[in-house]
Structures are given as C-alpha cells and as structure tokens.
C-alpha cells in the first residue's frame, strides 16, 4: 500500500480533482492546511501597518493506492474479478 500527498494552493485543487478522475482515481481525501515553501511568506499591509504572513492557506490532497492480492465481497462471497 502506498499513499500519495501533495500539498498545493487552493485554487488548483479542481483542475488536478478533474485529472485524477479522469485517470480513474474514485476517491480522495482534502484537508486545509497552512504552510509555504519557495516563497517564505509575504508582506502585506492592513490599514496602514505592514506585516509579514508567515503561512500561507494551501490544501493537502490524499490518495491511498493499494495492491490488492486477493479480493473477496463478504456480503455474497464473490472473490477475485467477480468481487469487484
């Protein structure tokens, strides 16, 4: 099992939705996050007063990838290609 995470701004988060349902990805989970990277933070100024923002809002995608060996349906007992 293997699990996928990438943490990205907030506005590509539909495009890459988009291109991982299209690959066939059926499920993930998004959580919003603080962070930064390259850019360290930025300045701004509110009402005359320039401050540093440290953090900037992001959001980190999760996708688990698993390999399955055997698969079987409990409810009819079904096992194999049949079970999915």
């Known amino acids: 099992m293997k699990l ?3 943490v990205m701004k907030p506005f590509k988060l539909d495009e ?3 291109a991982l349902v299209s690959l066939g990805v ?3 989970t998004v959580t919003e996050v603080k962070g ?6 930025q300045a701004e100024i509110y009402r005359g007063a320039e ?3 440290n953090f900037l809002p992001k959001v980190k995608l ?3 990838v698993a ?5 079987v349906r ?7 290609l049949e079970a999915l």
Request: a positive charge; zero cysteines.
């Open 26 to 28: 059926q499920g993930i």
């Open 67 to 71: 390999d399955l060996s055997k698969v």
């Open 74 to 80: 409990i409810r009819t007992g079904e096992t194999g």
């Open 16 to 18: 890459v939705r988009e």
């Open 36 to 41: 930064f990277g390259r850019q360290r933070g």
């Open 4 to 6: 996928i995470t990438a």
């Open 51 to 53: 401050y540093t923002v």
């Open 62 to 64: 999760e996708i688990f």
